[in-house]
């Protein structure tokens, strides 16, 4: 099979890497979610970079480096398309105080007028949260506190140590997966791409440390069910999502392997939860994922769809019915499709979880972009694109910000799904096609 007549271009090889990453530091040092045009402006030859660099003969572990170097180079920048850290630094700061964040309200801080030291009125003008509860698990509020303690109440201080935890899951990401199958340039769409450099490190989102204890999960879990389900705890306790995968290994183990495995698993969760055990962690956690489900609605597919239809028959949003509706639908799939895959080998679970998360996503009333970076991490030992395309059009969500305040044009969100429902379609086509050909 002859070479791609740019695989021998030293040049264009190069040229592809600064055009990289100029994406990067464009989109985190000079852009913010409001700058519509100019997003795209950064993101779409960022993304034309990647899928270049992917298909060319560079060297695989080498272009695995420059995703660390590109990550690194937003080491000092300020989250741009996200206020995030400044709930961070809010739960941190009370935890630092002896105070439980599960239970006390921003709100009602506020309202006492008796802030506790390290927060401040202006911190709590910058929360994008103030009448809820925070919602992030124990294992991210050691985090927070462990930041408040050594930087104190210095917002960058918080924000470089934070990312240098996120730097370093990533990192460990990368070396887990190219373990397991070193010719897998596929890992390029995940080390490569600008919205996950973004929106992983760039922006502190957590869901890249939580892809890399699922995948160490996996990684672990023929070596020892201990480590394994220890690992899959901790990914839980980072973000909740992963809890939709303990059907898959559940109906996949031995009687013996499951119950060794999830024995750590429960331990490591209630080790690392007894300190903060307390009433408001269970009512104040509670409430607010009611709240995910029965209010909070951003970038949908099948519930917009729904949500219409509810209109033109009711008249108004009936959200509160139609997100748990969906949420019991989401259930009972991924139930079906685990008892369906509880076979599989090993390495197809990262499949089995990228196509469980993406059922997730699909029927949700929120999709905010990074929701989607851990199916692309998934997917890599696949032929599925349909994740890295996702990936970037999963950014038009960010054209309904403005300085008033947050309301997207349909087309957008239309052409979103719309492209993502062509990528779903080709890639699961030619995936029959393949199989029908025994490859």
């Not at 964040?101 to 006492?112: C, V, Y």
């Not at 023929?222 to 109906?251: E, H, N, T, Y």
């Not at 079906?336 to 990262?350: G, I, P």
């Amino acid at each position: 099979m002859g070479a791609h007549p740019f695989h021998h271009n030293r040049f264009a090889k190069v040229f592809a890497l600064l055009i990289l990453a100029c994406s990067v530091a464009g989109l985190g040092y000079f852009t913010d979610r409001t700058q519509h045009i100019q997003l795209m402006l950064f993101l779409v030859p960022g993304f034309l970079a990647c899928w270049y660099l992917y298909r060319s003969d560079v060297n695989l572990l080498h272009l695995i480096y420059a995703g660390i170097v590109l990550r690194a180079v937003l080491i000092f920048m300020m989250p741009n398309l996200s206020d995030d850290i400044y709930r961070f630094i809010w739960d941190g700061q009370l935890l630092a105080n002896g105070l439980d964040p599960f239970e006390r309200l921003p709100s009602a801080i506020a309202a006492s007028g008796d802030f506790p030291p390290g927060t401040s009125e202006h911190l709590y003008g910058l929360l994008n949260s103030q009448n809820y509860f925070t919602v992030y698990p124990p294992l991210l509020q050691y985090l927070f506190l462990i930041s408040a303690k050594v930087a104190g109440t210095s917002v960058i201080g918080n924000v470089v140590f934070l990312r240098g935890i996120l730097l370093l899951a990533e990192s460990g990401t990368f070396y887990l997966l190219y373990s397991r199958k070193k010719d897998n340039r596929n890992l390029l769409l995940y080390a490569l791409n600008p919205m996950i450099i973004l929106e992983i490190t760039g922006n502190l989102h957590f869901d890249g440390a939580a892809l890399f204890l699922t995948v160490l999960m996996v990684w672990m879990l023929d070596r020892s069910s201990v480590a394994s389900g220890v690992a899959f705890g901790a990914s839980v306790l980072v973000k909740l999502v992963p809890l939709i995968f303990m059907p898959i290994l559940f109906f996949r183990e031995s009687f013996r392997q499951r119950l060794i495995f999830f024995s750590a698993f429960a331990g490591i969760i209630i080790l690392a939860g007894l300190p903060m055990v307390s009433y408001g962690l269970f009512s104040g956690m509670s409430e607010s994922l009611s709240l995910y489900f029965k209010k909070f609605e951003f970038n949908a597919s099948l519930y917009y769809v729904i949500r219409e239809i509810g209109f033109w028959r009711k008249g108004y949003n009936d959200i509160a019915f139609i997100g748990p509706f969906l949420g019991m639908v989401t259930f009972a799939i991924i139930m079906t499709y685990s008892w369906w895959r509880r076979k599989v080998a090993r390495l197809d679970l990262f499949e089995s979880f990228g196509i469980i998360l993406t059922i997730y996503l699909l029927l949700a009333t929120t999709v905010h972009p990074w929701y989607i970076t851990p199916i692309v991490g998934l997917l890599v030992f696949t032929n599925y694109r349909y994740a890295f395309i996702w990936s970037f059009v999963a950014m038009f969500s960010y054209f309904g910000y403005d300085d008033n305040g947050y309301e997207i044009p349909a087309f957008w969100i239309i052409l979103e799904y719309g492209v993502l429902l062509i990528a779903l379609i080709w890639d699961f086509r030619t995936k029959r096609i393949l199989n029908a050909k025994g490859i």
